[in-house]
């Protein structure tokens, strides 16, 4: 057996998420669907980090087990003819497997989620009165005037290591609330901002419930120091609605330079 590595990027606007579906409506029904015709045999997948319905992925980081041999442009060639065109295979590297080699285990076997060492994610927000049309499912929409200073200084009181029980949904299955946030970042330009959130890992609906508050924040509904006491009072009813999905991208998923991957960075603005 061998293991393929793929990074995956897709538009989620007409998906039920990552994760497989009896509806079939998902990324991964139509990525292991393209495999099935690929390789014309039944394959499984394993990714970095699941998406909602709605979210978008710059760089998904995916793998499978198979027996067969193709070089690695087959792989990206084959499967990208067999996809929708909300749906990518950008690139596709072998990794070591245990199976093929008895001294490969543990941490010397790729596990697309396992082995993540920090996820990544981008959120888009429109800030301005009316809807764009033009921007429609790529990214939130605040209408009330947001106030950017105040965001970036509650956004601060997220770094750090810290039970995120007050930004989790109910039907969380992590098993620790503990997460470790290397960056929370907000920049504008013109009626966009861009929020980065890095950690080494995140709990479901976390992003996005991060983002409600922070708008609770910036449009004057609470105080930045709100943030610091919802993170100590680790109760989800007090803090804002999960926010909408449509601006939300998993950007990068990192991983030690030893698997030697050919990520990409991609860019959704000028900037990212």
């Known amino acids: 057996m061998k293991r393929i590595v793929l990074g995956v990027q897709y538009d ?6 990552w994760q497989t579906q009896p509806s079939g409506k998902t ?31 710059l760089e998904q980081v995916v793998h499978f087990d198979t027996p067969l041999s193709r070089d690695m442009a087959s792989w990206v060639r084959g499967l990208n003819a067999f996809l929708p065109a909300s749906i990518a295979v950008r690139w596709a590297c072998e990794v070591p497997h245990a199976e093929v080699s008895a001294h490969v285990d543990g941490d010397q076997q790729f596990h697309a989620r396992f082995s993540a060492t920090e996820r990544t994610y981008h959120y888009l927000l429109y800030n301005h009165p009316v809807r764009s049309p033009l921007l429609v ?20 009181h997220f770094v750090g290591t810290h039970d995120f029980s007050a930004f989790r949904a109910i039907e969380c299955q992590a098993r620790s609330p503990i997460r ?16 980065t959130l890095r950690a080494n890992a995140f709990l479901h609906h976390m992003v996005r419930n991060m983002i409600g508050s922070l708008i609770f924040v910036g449009n004057g509904k609470q105080s930045p120091d709100w943030i610091a006491d919802l993170l100590l009072q680790k109760d989800r009813s007090r803090a804002a609605p999960t926010f909408m999905p449509d601006g939300l ?4 998923v990192s991983y030690s330079a030893k698997w030697n991957l050919p990520q990409q960075t991609s860019k959704i603005l000028p900037w990212l």
């Open 180 to 195: 470790t946030m290397h960056q929370v970042s907000i920049e504008s330009s013109g009626d966009l901002m861009v929020f």
């Open 249 to 252: 991208y998993l950007a990068a």
């Open 27 to 57: 990324v991964q029904d139509r990525l292991e669907l393209a495999l099935q015709k690929f390789t014309q045999g039944k394959v499984s997948t394993i990714c970095a980090g699941r998406t909602d319905a709605g979210v978008h992925a």
């Open 12 to 17: 989620g606007t007409p998906w039920q998420g």
């Open 137 to 156: 499912n790529k990214v939130g929409w605040a209408f009330r005037p947001l106030n950017l200073v105040l965001m970036q200084e509650a956004a601060a």
